[in-house]
């Protein structure tokens, strides 16, 4: 599975971008996917995960109310829509498939990742 994640961009803070993730091959929506993000000096975080059918979805504290992760799987495509954003919230964003469907926290419980996209959030 190859993973391009794009969308990621410059915005003030209170502004809104939306993330995609495209997925190749035909078993995309067999798995579970998620977001993660990494800030400079800091560890890779989790965000945001998702079931393959899209009905159960999973946030970190941090982005709960503020990010919405949803996924077309006749797009092959994961999507993180971030409203409100924070300066704190400025970090590269990778999204991730997680084929054992755990919605897992750690990087270690996903499996194939996409290359990150920037996102920056100015105050």
């Known amino acids: 599975v190859q993973l391009q994640a794009s969308g990621g961009g410059l915005v003030q803070a209170g502004g809104s971008l939306r993330l995609s993730c495209a997925a190749s091959?035909?078993?995309?929506?067999?798995?579970?996917m998620g977001w993660f993000r990494q800030a400079p000096g800091k560890e890779r975080e989790f965000v945001a995960a998702?079931?393959?059918?899209?009905?159960?979805?999973y946030y970190a504290e941090s982005v709960k109310g503020r990010f919405t992760i949803s996924r077309d799987n006749a797009k092959n495509t994961v999507y993180l829509q971030m409203n409100s954003l924070k300066p704190e919230d400025t970090a590269v964003y990778y999204c991730?498939?997680?084929?054992?469907?755990?919605?897992?926290?750690?990087?270690?419980?996903?499996?194939?990742w996409g290359q990150g996209t920037l996102v920056t959030v100015s105050s």
């Open positions: 991730a498939v997680d084929r054992a469907q755990t919605l897992g926290v750690m990087t270690h419980e996903y499996d194939y």
């Open positions: 998702i079931s393959r059918g899209g009905l159960t979805t």
């Open positions: 091959g035909r078993t995309f929506r067999s798995y579970a």
